[in-house]
T-cell receptor, first 114, second 117 residues
Framework: GDSVTQMEGPVTLSEEAFLTINCTYT??????LFWYVQYPGEGLQLLLK?????DKGSNKGFEATYRKETTSFHLEKGSVQVSDSAVYFC?????????????FGKGTRLSVIA | DAGVIQSPRHEVTEMGQEVTLRCKPI?????LFWYRQTMMRGLELLIY????????DSGMPEDRFSAKMPNASFSTLKIQPSEPRDSAVYFC???????????????FGPGTRLTVL
Protein backbone atom coordinates (compact mmCIF):
# COMPACT_ATOMS: atom_id res chain seq x y z
CA GLY A 1 0.00 0.00 0.00
CA ASP A 2 0.88 3.66 -0.06
CA SER A 3 3.33 4.92 2.53
CA VAL A 4 5.29 7.98 3.57
CA THR A 5 8.69 7.96 5.24
CA GLN A 6 10.09 11.07 6.80
CA MET A 7 13.21 11.71 8.79
CA GLU A 8 12.94 11.08 12.46
CA GLY A 9 13.36 13.89 14.87
CA PRO A 10 13.64 15.71 16.95
CA VAL A 11 15.47 18.35 14.98
CA THR A 12 16.96 21.23 16.94
CA LEU A 13 18.23 24.30 15.10
CA SER A 14 19.38 27.76 15.98
CA GLU A 15 17.38 30.72 14.72
CA GLU A 16 18.21 31.64 11.10
CA ALA A 17 19.60 28.18 10.32
CA PHE A 18 18.67 26.30 7.15
CA LEU A 19 16.07 23.57 7.51
CA THR A 20 15.61 20.39 5.52
CA ILE A 21 13.17 17.66 6.48
CA ASN A 22 13.36 14.68 4.16
CA CYS A 23 10.25 12.89 2.92
CA THR A 24 9.96 10.00 0.49
CA TYR A 25 6.88 8.12 -0.56
CA THR A 26 5.60 5.00 -2.24
CA UNK A 27 2.31 5.06 -4.09
CA UNK A 28 0.52 2.89 -6.60
CA UNK A 29 -0.96 5.84 -8.47
CA UNK A 30 0.00 9.45 -9.09
CA UNK A 31 -0.44 11.08 -5.70
CA UNK A 32 -0.77 14.61 -4.49
CA LEU A 33 1.76 15.51 -1.81
CA PHE A 34 1.34 17.66 1.28
CA TRP A 35 3.16 19.09 4.23
CA TYR A 36 1.08 19.71 7.34
CA VAL A 37 2.24 21.52 10.47
CA GLN A 38 1.01 21.00 14.04
CA TYR A 39 1.73 23.73 16.56
CA PRO A 40 1.62 22.80 20.25
CA GLY A 41 -1.89 22.08 21.45
CA GLU A 42 -3.46 22.50 18.03
CA GLY A 43 -4.71 20.39 15.16
CA LEU A 44 -2.84 19.91 11.93
CA GLN A 45 -2.99 22.61 9.31
CA LEU A 46 -1.92 22.55 5.71
CA LEU A 47 1.45 24.19 5.10
CA LEU A 48 1.86 23.54 1.38
CA LYS A 49 1.01 21.06 -1.34
CA UNK A 50 1.93 19.93 -4.85
CA UNK A 51 -0.26 17.94 -7.19
CA UNK A 52 2.05 16.99 -10.07
CA UNK A 53 5.68 16.30 -10.82
CA UNK A 54 8.08 19.26 -10.61
CA ASP A 55 5.46 21.41 -8.91
CA LYS A 56 6.83 23.50 -6.07
CA GLY A 57 4.62 24.23 -3.12
CA SER A 58 5.51 27.21 -0.98
CA ASN A 59 4.13 29.06 2.02
CA LYS A 60 5.54 31.15 4.89
CA GLY A 61 9.08 30.75 3.53
CA PHE A 62 8.81 26.97 3.34
CA GLU A 63 9.21 25.16 0.03
CA ALA A 64 8.96 21.60 -1.26
CA THR A 65 9.31 20.27 -4.80
CA TYR A 66 7.50 17.18 -6.07
CA ARG A 67 10.23 14.90 -7.44
CA LYS A 68 8.72 11.94 -9.19
CA GLU A 69 12.05 10.45 -10.23
CA THR A 70 13.22 10.20 -6.63
CA THR A 71 9.71 9.90 -5.11
CA SER A 72 10.55 12.69 -2.71
CA PHE A 73 9.01 15.87 -1.34
CA HIS A 74 11.61 17.38 0.98
CA LEU A 75 10.65 20.42 3.05
CA GLU A 76 13.10 23.35 3.17
CA LYS A 77 13.31 26.78 4.69
CA GLY A 78 16.23 29.10 4.34
CA SER A 79 16.07 30.77 7.74
CA VAL A 80 13.99 29.31 10.55
CA GLN A 81 12.46 31.28 13.39
CA VAL A 82 11.52 30.31 16.92
CA SER A 83 7.88 30.47 15.84
CA ASP A 84 8.51 27.61 13.39
CA SER A 85 8.87 25.19 16.30
CA ALA A 86 6.24 22.54 15.63
CA VAL A 87 5.72 19.02 14.36
CA TYR A 88 5.79 18.65 10.57
CA PHE A 89 3.98 15.86 8.75
CA CYS A 90 4.50 14.77 5.18
CA UNK A 91 1.44 13.19 3.58
CA UNK A 92 0.11 11.91 0.32
CA UNK A 93 -3.30 11.40 -1.21
CA UNK A 94 -3.57 8.86 -3.96
CA UNK A 95 -6.78 10.43 -5.15
CA UNK A 96 -7.65 8.62 -8.33
CA UNK A 97 -11.35 9.07 -8.82
CA UNK A 98 -12.22 9.71 -5.22
CA UNK A 99 -11.13 11.71 -2.21
CA UNK A 100 -9.07 9.07 -0.48
CA UNK A 101 -7.75 9.71 3.00
CA UNK A 102 -4.33 11.16 3.55
CA UNK A 103 -1.47 8.82 4.35
CA PHE A 104 0.78 10.53 6.89
CA GLY A 105 4.38 10.10 7.85
CA LYS A 106 5.19 9.82 11.54
CA GLY A 107 6.01 13.49 11.90
CA THR A 108 9.22 15.37 12.64
CA ARG A 109 9.45 17.60 15.66
CA LEU A 110 11.37 20.82 15.07
CA SER A 111 12.67 22.98 17.88
CA VAL A 112 14.22 26.33 17.04
CA ILE A 113 16.23 28.04 19.74
CA ALA A 114 17.05 31.72 19.89
CA ASP B 1 -16.51 29.82 8.76
CA ALA B 2 -15.58 28.75 12.27
CA GLY B 3 -13.63 25.76 11.07
CA VAL B 4 -14.03 22.23 12.34
CA ILE B 5 -15.40 22.23 15.88
CA GLN B 6 -14.73 19.46 18.35
CA SER B 7 -16.01 18.94 21.85
CA PRO B 8 -15.00 18.44 24.51
CA ARG B 9 -11.42 19.70 24.22
CA HIS B 10 -10.38 17.61 27.19
CA GLU B 11 -11.97 14.54 28.71
CA VAL B 12 -10.85 12.61 31.76
CA THR B 13 -12.75 9.48 32.59
CA GLU B 14 -12.35 6.23 34.42
CA MET B 15 -11.84 2.86 32.85
CA GLY B 16 -15.11 1.24 31.87
CA GLN B 17 -17.00 4.47 31.31
CA GLU B 18 -18.58 5.46 28.02
CA VAL B 19 -16.96 8.34 26.18
CA THR B 20 -18.54 10.35 23.37
CA LEU B 21 -16.54 12.75 21.25
CA ARG B 22 -18.29 15.22 18.98
CA CYS B 23 -17.44 16.93 15.74
CA LYS B 24 -19.03 19.60 13.59
CA PRO B 25 -17.42 19.74 10.14
CA ILE B 26 -17.10 22.80 7.97
CA UNK B 27 -20.38 23.55 6.26
CA UNK B 28 -20.51 22.21 2.72
CA UNK B 29 -17.74 19.66 3.16
CA UNK B 30 -18.63 16.21 1.88
CA UNK B 31 -16.00 14.19 3.74
CA LEU B 32 -15.38 13.70 7.44
CA PHE B 33 -12.43 11.87 8.98
CA TRP B 34 -11.66 10.69 12.52
CA TYR B 35 -8.00 10.28 13.53
CA ARG B 36 -6.22 9.23 16.69
CA GLN B 37 -2.77 10.53 17.65
CA THR B 38 -0.44 8.93 20.17
CA MET B 39 3.27 9.18 20.77
CA MET B 40 3.76 5.50 20.05
CA ARG B 41 1.67 5.09 16.91
CA GLY B 42 1.58 8.59 15.48
CA LEU B 43 -1.48 9.70 13.54
CA GLU B 44 -3.93 6.92 12.65
CA LEU B 45 -7.06 7.13 10.53
CA LEU B 46 -9.95 5.48 12.34
CA ILE B 47 -12.88 5.97 9.97
CA TYR B 48 -14.13 8.32 7.30
CA UNK B 49 -17.49 9.30 5.88
CA UNK B 50 -18.64 10.59 2.51
CA UNK B 51 -22.01 12.35 2.49
CA UNK B 52 -22.75 10.93 5.95
CA UNK B 53 -22.08 7.34 4.86
CA UNK B 54 -19.17 5.41 6.42
CA UNK B 55 -16.73 4.48 3.67
CA UNK B 56 -13.88 2.78 5.49
CA ASP B 57 -13.81 1.83 9.16
CA SER B 58 -10.89 -0.56 8.95
CA GLY B 59 -8.88 1.65 11.27
CA MET B 60 -11.32 1.35 14.15
CA PRO B 61 -9.35 -0.56 16.78
CA GLU B 62 -12.10 -2.86 18.01
CA ASP B 63 -15.78 -3.19 18.65
CA ARG B 64 -15.60 -0.84 21.59
CA PHE B 65 -15.29 1.99 19.09
CA SER B 66 -18.20 3.21 17.01
CA ALA B 67 -18.81 6.31 14.91
CA LYS B 68 -21.93 7.86 13.48
CA MET B 69 -22.80 10.75 11.24
CA PRO B 70 -26.55 11.32 11.49
CA ASN B 71 -26.43 14.43 9.33
CA ALA B 72 -24.02 16.59 7.37
CA SER B 73 -23.21 18.83 10.31
CA PHE B 74 -22.54 16.39 13.12
CA SER B 75 -20.56 13.26 13.89
CA THR B 76 -19.78 11.31 17.04
CA LEU B 77 -17.08 8.87 18.03
CA LYS B 78 -18.03 6.66 20.94
CA ILE B 79 -15.87 4.38 23.06
CA GLN B 80 -17.70 1.93 25.28
CA PRO B 81 -16.23 0.72 27.55
CA SER B 82 -13.14 2.91 27.64
CA GLU B 83 -9.71 1.56 28.60
CA PRO B 84 -6.46 3.32 29.62
CA ARG B 85 -4.88 2.42 26.27
CA ASP B 86 -7.50 4.58 24.55
CA SER B 87 -5.83 7.66 26.00
CA ALA B 88 -4.87 9.82 23.02
CA VAL B 89 -5.74 12.96 21.13
CA TYR B 90 -8.64 12.40 18.75
CA PHE B 91 -8.92 14.65 15.72
CA CYS B 92 -11.80 15.23 13.39
CA UNK B 93 -11.14 16.61 9.90
CA UNK B 94 -13.35 17.54 6.98
CA UNK B 95 -12.75 17.99 3.29
CA UNK B 96 -14.69 19.30 0.32
CA UNK B 97 -15.44 17.22 -2.72
CA UNK B 98 -12.43 15.95 -4.61
CA UNK B 99 -10.90 17.94 -7.42
CA UNK B 100 -10.08 16.24 -10.68
CA UNK B 101 -6.41 15.97 -9.77
CA UNK B 102 -7.24 14.30 -6.48
CA UNK B 103 -5.92 14.95 -3.03
CA UNK B 104 -8.04 17.69 -1.61
CA UNK B 105 -6.98 19.48 1.57
CA UNK B 106 -8.29 18.26 4.89
CA UNK B 107 -9.17 20.78 7.58
CA PHE B 108 -8.51 19.59 11.10
CA GLY B 109 -10.26 20.46 14.32
CA PRO B 110 -8.31 21.28 17.49
CA GLY B 111 -8.68 17.76 18.84
CA THR B 112 -10.02 16.15 22.00
CA ARG B 113 -7.44 15.03 24.53
CA LEU B 114 -8.81 11.89 26.18
CA THR B 115 -7.36 10.48 29.36
CA VAL B 116 -8.71 7.18 30.67
CA LEU B 117 -7.63 6.45 34.22
Amino acid sequence: GDSVTQMEGPVTLSEEAFLTINCTYTATGYPSLFWYVQYPGEGLQLLLKATKADDKGSNKGFEATYRKETTSFHLEKGSVQVSDSAVYFCALSDGGSGNTPLVFGKGTRLSVIA
Amino acid sequence: DAGVIQSPRHEVTEMGQEVTLRCKPISGHDYLFWYRQTMMRGLELLIYFNNNVPIDDSGMPEDRFSAKMPNASFSTLKIQPSEPRDSAVYFCASSPRVWSNGGNEQFFGPGTRLTVL
